[in-house]
């Protein structure tokens, strides 16, 4: 089967600029996680998605936003990219949603923002 | 105080030895708990997850919870080379798809 996959894997903006990354689960995955990792701040969430719905949101400001699609693939949008989005995105992909459900990470998305 | 903590290393071990990771969490209600493994410039891979108090094995790995204490841990044995990664701890505290991260253990496997 057929992991998570990212697109694209690399991307280089500039200040104030928008960006959008995509992510397909694996087969049969209904939910979908995004995470931001930086080296100060680690691995952080960033919202989670659920039949097309957000079920969750972290401490991000608004220019950070998300879909899901009936497929169940997901994408996030960065509006007026800051030097500080500069980070790996990582989605994450679970069968279902809550206890018992293990999340399984794609190869993750590198912004740089210049 | 953080959500999850873990000692961010390096933990030095010589191969063939057991290697001891250690996290603790301050959520009570938390339910599940996963240890990833993150190789330099990769994503971070599941290794193990564990709900339930004791110790749950999975070949060279164990899991161990104690929800009293609000503590997970995970013991590698016959530590490899190639287990030289970064160990992170995650946290599940509702029926959501957040968890949450420690910063990370680092694992440095001696030849």
């Known amino acids: 089967k057929a992991g998570v996959t990212q697109t694209p894997r690399y991307l280089i903006k500039t200040r104030g600029q928008q960006v959008t990354l995509s992510c397909s689960p694996i087969?049969?995955?209904?939910?979908v996680s995004w995470y931001q990792q930086t080296p100060g701040q680690g691995l952080q969430f960033l919202f989670e998605y659920f039949s097309e719905t957000q079920r969750n949101k972290g401490n991000f400001p608004g220019r950070f936003s998300g879909r899901q699609f009936s497929n169940s693939r997901s994408e996030m949008n960065v509006s007026t990219l800051e030097l500080g989005d500069s980070a790996l995105y990582l989605c994450?992909?679970?069968?279902?949603?809550?206890?018992?459900?293990?999340?399984?990470f794609g190869p993750g998305t590198r912004l740089t923002v210049l | 105080q953080k959500e999850v903590e873990q000692n961010s290393g390096p933990l030095s071990v010589p191969e063939g030895a057991i290697a001891s990771l250690n996290c603790t969490y301050s959520?009570?209600?938390?339910?599940?708990f996963f240890w990833y493994r993150q190789y330099s410039g990769k994503s971070p891979e599941l290794i193990m997850s564990i709900y339930s108090n004791g110790d749950k094995e999975d070949g060279r790995f164990t899991a161990q919870l104690n929800k009293a204490s609000q503590y997970v841990s995970l013991l590698i044995r016959d530590s490899q080379p190639s287990d030289s990664a970064t160990y992170l701890c995650?946290?599940?505290?509702?029926?959501?798809?957040?968890?949450?991260f420690g910063q990370g253990t680092t694992l440095q496997v001696k030849p």
């Open positions: 959520d009570r209600g938390s339910q599940s």
């Open positions: 995650a946290v599940n505290s509702g029926n959501t798809g957040k968890l949450i």
């Open positions: 087969s049969g995955h209904r939910s």
């Open positions: 994450a992909s679970s069968l279902d949603r809550g206890l018992g459900n293990e999340q399984f």
